[in-house]
């Protein structure tokens, strides 16, 4: 089994992920809509789910930090990592330097604490790349070569 220093060399960061992509990515990795997270997301004082789906929205772009009580309530309702979502927000304030931006799956922001799982089984990483092997099929070659 390789070492951390040796797991990190053989894959590179392809895509940088924000707070927010990092949700998004995940929630529609889970076949989910803004509206689904809307729906099923209950809140105090009740808002109508237009006003939810927007909030949401500004939150995926970005736009406003999602708290706490907002993190756990999505998670509530799909699966990611908190230490990725940790990491990334850290980044994105300047606090930590972009090189120990977590390893995810470039399409899906998979982890290795929040794996996808495909008929029972948990995904593994591609060497040398930022793609869980549940993703390999779907990945657009990066060499942008042909196929044969």
Do not use: N
């Amino acid at each position: 089994m390789p070492t951390i220093a040796e797991a990190r060399t053989t894959w590179t960061a392809t895509v940088r992920f924000t707070p927010g992509s990092y949700l998004k990515t995940r929630r529609t990795a889970q076949l989910l809509s803004v509206h689904d997270v809307a729906a099923r997301i209950a809140t105090h004082p009740h808002l109508p789910e237009h006003d939810l789906v927007a909030w949401l929205e500004r939150i995926e772009a970005d736009v406003v930090p999602a708290s706490i009580h907002t993190i756990d309530a999505l998670r509530s309702v799909y699966r990611f990592d908190r230490s990725v979502l940790d990491s990334l927000a850290a980044i994105a304030r300047g606090e930590r330097d972009p090189i120990h931006t977590p390893r995810i799956c470039r399409i899906c922001a998979c982890s290795w604490r929040c794996s996808c799982r495909r008929d029972g089984e948990e995904c593994g990483w591609v060497a040398g790349q930022d793609l869980c092997t549940a993703c390999e099929q779907r990945a657009v070659p990066s060499t942008g070569a042909a196929a044969e």
